[in-house]
């Protein structure tokens, strides 16, 4: 048999939108459709363009132009394009093009940037007064912004923020694999104190087998584990708070733990745990700990050894609680008690602190400690030490030991419950605090004002996008610049020109674990210069300081990602990294910011908001 069918290859007529893919408020584009009459006949041809919500052309919205096309012919048409300021989101513009018979319609689509980027604003206070009155955001914040107060009558609003910030943690080593999945262990806690629903605690399971298998694609021949995967070289800390983890699992029913790896854990936490080089103090407290999760009675010989080095700092804190928890606890309680009223979570630095604190919480409850007078103290400087900026705790190790120290501590208090009347504008209602917080939803504009006689605690979260940047503590400067060829600073540019993007930073410290971000204008691509792959690895070049720059790249649609080590630099010899655009559509675009950050310690980061134009031409 045989069959016949008529395929259109191509229309008769056809137009091709050119628009930049990104933009931010403020920017001026030039929107480019060029014409083609494939097959018809001369004749008139008419082009309507639809514009969206937030985007004009001379003030309109609905345009359109004429004109005469001969058969085989091209036409190009320009439309001078304005962002509102406040226009942001996905945005579709739709093109109609008629000559004679023919019709056919297009779309191009571009996503509208903020002028500045998304910014969740956090703070939590207590009624010890009995009062509390929230102001208007309206003079501080755009009007598409959200805001929420939650009231509680225990200081564990925290907790539900920083598993969400856990969870959408961009980057997987084994700190952050590990502290994203470890609070899990205690959802069903956080389930009877109302922080987390079903759905989450359901959830448990899984996330808990998903860092297993992340985990393990990271272990080295010796039973340790390295900071990525397919790595090689052991991360001595990482590796024993893996193990912790895995076992504390195993303990409780989430992981099933074959024998030959359980002894390849333990040998190798057993040479940790028998280090008594005084740097390995810590690390060597902390494999005694996982070695008595583990099930090794012989931790006790370890502990003992430990304390002999001293009996009131936090390792013996450490190896006194697993003492107390696994079968020594008139030998150990002594020793902790001591490690606490010495403040043993204090270091010479506070990069331990926040950690600290958490450990000693949660260990205290797996030990059944219950002299509450002893650790609500530490309570007070959790809660005192959380972020404004959404992030909790600010790192993903601190985040991850205070939800578990927290909610280890919060199931063994007696739930109290707390009321009182809260007035949004005119209307005043009643509220009773018991298990589950008391939610407000506040639009822009409402003033709140919140009475109760009880203890109460209220989290006021704000998203949304400032009129003004928040000043943040930048402790690294950050800057950057558009040069040409020659090296020269530029601020107009020809269409489809290459140009280098310099950025540079001066840094108090050398930074292990670096990432920069860095957004690219609107009407510019990013040139991979090794047309090879999305990700290269950035070659040893010499920085003006002499440093030598070690670290990857990663190219996206819309930003520039930068990850490696940072030198130690002052603003008069900054460490400098570049790397290439190419100028696509004329116009006037705004220079977006640019954000570094240690990885593991958010305090030390650096932005840079230029406030300036780059021109297209």
């Known amino acids: 048999g045989s069959t016949e069918e008529t395929i259109i290859l191509r229309n008769k007529i056809s137009v091709v939108p050119s628009a930049p893919r990104f933009a931010v408020g403020g920017d001026r584009f ?70 004679g018979n023919s019709v056919v319609e297009e779309k191009v689509f571009i996503t509208v940037r903020p002028q500045m980027a998304t910014v969740t604003s956090v703070e939590y206070l207590a009624l010890t007064n009995g009062v509390l009155d929230l102001a208007s955001l309206a003079d501080d914040w755009h009007s598409n912004t959200l805001s929420k107060v939650e009231l509680s009558s225990m200081p564990l609003l925290a907790i539900s923020e920083s598993l969400e910030w856990l969870a959408e943690y961009p980057y997987g080593c084994l700190e952050q694999t590990t502290s994203a999945a470890f609070p899990f262990l205690v959802a069903g806690d956080l389930l009877k104190l109302g922080v987390i629903d079903e759905t989450l605690d359901a959830q448990a399971n899984l996330k808990v087998k998903e860092a297993f298998a992340l985990i393990m694609q990271m272990q080295c021949g010796d039973g340790s584990f390295a900071m990525w995967p397919n790595g090689r070289s052991p991360w001595i800390y990482g590796s024993i708070f893996a193990n912790h983890f895995i076992f504390e699992a195993e303990r409780m029913g989430l992981l099933k733990i074959d024998n030959r790896f359980r002894n390849l854990q333990r040998s ?137 120290g927290l909610a280890s501590f919060a199931q063994m208090l007696e739930i109290g419950n707390a009321t009182g009347t809260v007035k949004i504008g005119t209307v005043e209602k009643e509220f009773n605090v018991s298990q589950k917080p008391f939610v407000v939803e506040r639009k822009i504009d409402d003033l709140i004002q919140l009475r109760s006689k009880d203890m109460l605690f209220a989290k006021v979260e704000t998203v949304g996008i400032p009129k003004k940047p928040i000043k943040r503590n930048n402790m690294i400067s950050i800057s950057k610049s558009y040069v040409d060829d020659d090296g020269n600073p530029i601020s107009k540019v020809a269409s489809g020109s290459l140009i280098t993007v310099v950025v540079n930073i001066a840094s108090p410290v050398d930074i292990d674990r670096t990432v920069l971000v860095d957004l690219v204008p609107g009407g510019f691509e990013l040139e991979d210069v090794t047309l090879a792959t999305r990700s ?46 190419r100028a696509v559509t004329p116009g006037v675009y705004t220079i977006p910011q640019i954000i570094i950050e240690d990885m593991y310690n958010p305090d030390l980061r650096g932005d840079y908001i230029p406030g300036k134009t780059i021109v297209i031409e």
Do not use: C
């Open 30 to 99: 030039k929107l480019t459709s060029t014409i083609f009459n494939h097959e018809t006949d001369e004749g008139e041809w008419i082009l309507e363009v639809a514009l969206p919500d937030g985007l004009s052309s001379d003030g309109k919205t609905i345009l359109k132009r004429n004109g005469r096309l001969a058969k085989g012919a091209s036409t190009i048409e320009d439309f001078e394009m304005a962002i509102a300021n406040e226009a942001q989101g996905d945005k579709t513009i739709s093109f109609k093009l008629t000559l």
């Open 268 to 404: 190798w936490l057993r040479d940790i745990a028998a280090n008594a080089a005084p740097e390995n103090r810590m690390n060597r407290a902390y494999a005694v700990y996982a070695l008595a999760v583990n099930g090794d009675s012989s931790f006790i010989i370890n502990a003992l050894n430990v304390i002999s080095q001293g009996d009131d700092d936090f390792a013996a804190l450490v190896v006194s609680a697993a003492m107390m928890r696994f079968g020594y606890a008139s030998e150990g309680i002594a020793i902790f008690e001591k490690a606490i009223a010495s403040r043993a979570w204090e270091t010479e630095s506070d990069w331990d602190r926040i950690k600290n604190l958490g450990m000693a919480l949660f260990m205290a409850a797996k030990a059944g400690y219950r002299d509450y007078a002893k650790l609500t103290p530490i309570i007070a400087i959790l809660n005192n030490s959380l972020r404004d900026d959404g992030s909790a705790w600010g790192t993903t190790r601190d985040n991850s030991w205070s939800v578990l």
């Open 536 to 581: 290269s690895v950035i070659p040893n070049a010499n920085l003006s300081n002499g440093s030598k720059l070690h670290g990857s790249s990663e190219i996206r649609d819309d930003r520039w990602l930068w990850f490696g080590y940072l030198p130690k630099a002052d603003k008069d010899t900054p460490s400098t990294i570049t790397y290439t655009l």
